[in-house]
């Protein structure tokens, strides 16, 4: 079954303490990309990935970090948090022209 | 900048209704459009993709059309049921892959 799983899908942390949110596909697709969720702004994209080791910055790339060392996963990393980034954060694949989004990760940030 | 629109942002409607949700985007230059859904605490879920030289898809009660040139999509819910009910989200993709996403509306379905 294709598939797209993050983790944590709930997470309470506090300022300044890194983060990761770890993205994992199984779909063998080369595009993977990061979305934030925020109410009456909708989803924006955060960074995208094309293929191992490319990543680009997307529409609101600050604060956030990302890597892409194998094809099926793409993490997240938030260095210093602040709660500005209290959000619901969802991975995506692209495949086909469609996309794939992964279950949510809903951060809170005291 | 591309900009995407969704009226209604939320709807109401008894069992068994037909409805009609609409998507409007700014620039005509897309690859293609696809239509999510959203249900609380859940991810996005595909429902339809038309690419941008197509002018509808169809898969079971749902049908979406496009309109490249008037910059616009409809979506289309046949007899609907309270399990239809969630956020539907429409979503445009240029050249660059990157997804610019509507901010959805939220349907409800009254038994």
Same mark, same amino acid.
């Given at each position: 079954?294709?598939q797209?799983?993050?983790n944590?899908?709930?997470?309470?942390?506090?300022?300044?303490?890194?983060?990761?949110?770890?993205?994992?596909?199984?779909?063998n697709?080369?595009?993977? *990309?990061? &979305?934030?969720?925020?109410?009456?702004? @909708?989803? $924006?994209?955060?960074?995208?990935?094309?293929?191992?080791?490319?990543?680009d910055?997307?529409?609101?790339?600050?604060?956030?970090?990302?890597?892409?060392?194998e094809?099926r996963?793409f993490?997240l990393?938030l260095?210093?948090?602040?709660p500005?980034?209290? *959000?619901? &954060?969802?991975?995506?694949?692209?495949? @086909?022209? $469609?996309g794939?989004?992964?279950?949510?990760t809903r951060?809170?940030?005291t | 900048k591309?900009?995407?629109t969704?009226?209604p942002?939320?709807?109401s409607?008894?069992?068994?209704?037909?409805?009609?949700?609409?998507?409007?985007?700014?620039?005509?230059?897309?690859?293609?459009l696809?239509w999510f859904?959203?249900?609380?605490?859940?991810?996005?879920?595909?429902?339809?993709l038309?690419?941008?030289s197509?002018r509808?898809?169809?898969?079971?009660?749902l049908?979406?059309?496009?309109?490249?040139?008037?910059?616009?999509?409809?979506l289309?819910?046949?007899?609907?049921?309270?399990?239809?009910?969630?956020?539907?989200?429409?979503?445009?993709t240029?050249?660059?892959?990157?997804?610019i996403?509507?901010?959805?509306?939220r349907?409800?379905?009254?038994?």
């Amino acid at each position: 079954e294709a598939q797209v799983t993050q983790n944590p899908r709930y997470l309470i942390t506090v300022t300044g303490k890194k983060l990761t949110v770890t993205c994992s596909q199984n779909m063998n697709h080369e595009y993977m *990309s990061w &979305y934030r969720q925020d109410p009456g702004l @909708g989803l $924006r994209q955060i960074y995208y990935s094309m293929n191992v080791e490319v990543t680009d910055k997307g529409d609101v790339p600050e604060g956030y970090k990302v890597s892409r060392k194998e094809k099926r996963n793409f993490p997240l990393i938030l260095e210093s948090p602040s709660p500005n980034q209290t *959000s619901l &954060y969802f991975c995506a694949t692209l495949g @086909g022209d $469609r996309g794939y989004f992964g279950p949510g990760t809903r951060l809170t940030v005291t | 900048k591309q900009e995407v629109t969704q009226i209604p942002a939320a709807l109401s409607v008894p069992e068994g209704e037909n409805l009609v949700l609409n998507c409007s985007f700014t620039d005509s230059a897309i690859y293609n459009l696809q239509w999510f859904r959203q249900d609380p605490g859940k991810g996005l879920t595909s429902l339809l993709l038309i690419q941008s030289s197509q002018r509808e898809q169809t898969s079971g009660r749902l049908n979406a059309s496009l309109d490249k040139s008037s910059g616009r999509s409809t979506l289309y819910i046949a007899a609907s049921q309270p399990g239809d009910s969630a956020t539907y989200l429409c979503a445009v993709t240029s050249g660059t892959y990157k997804y610019i996403f509507g901010t959805g509306t939220r349907l409800k379905v009254l038994a």
